[in-house]
């Protein structure tokens, strides 16, 4: 009786991260990393003038903060809406190079349509870890592809809205490895992936 009493309790509802598909999420998070920091660089290859500009903006992509310190799992659900507002503009992003330039081929375009299929099956993932029966978690883009493309408008203003999007991607990319790295050290009880 007494052991029962020294073990944790937790709540009906909260998750049990499961080890191996946590580490298959990091895996996932640290993969969409490189490659949204390989669409990051052969987009300021095709480019150029962007080697040189920085964005004087904030934060196009962000998730409400907690009063107190969120849990991890509060983390990775809070990583999950920002990821969906990322796969909304990366949607977006197509949809719009799409409608200016017409369907092209090429390593930009490939690498592009890859984030996208991959920001996907990250979300998925970050689904599988944190849904409960009381909290259902969408997967589909949280963005509609209405807003003026940084008020520069026209192509110009179309290619600087582009990059700050594509630099959102990376820096949610690496803010998902992060999260779901921490997540994954808590339920193996190790700092290794």
Known sequence: MAEQEEQPMTAPDAPVPDPS???RAVALAQLLHHECARLLQL???KETFLSDHTPDAGRMVSHSPHSEEPTTEQQVHLLHSALRQCL???HCVILKEEEEWGELEGDYETMRKNVRLRLEHLLCSTKCLVETENMTLEVTPDHQCNEETDGAGGVFGLKLWTYRVLLEL????D???QTLHVLYAESEGTEDV
């Open 21 to 23: 598909q946590t580490g």
């Open 170 to 173: 990376v820096h949610w990319a």
């Open 43 to 45: 987009y300021k290859e």
């Open 175 to 177: 803010h998902a490895a």
């Open 88 to 90: 909304g503009l990366i």
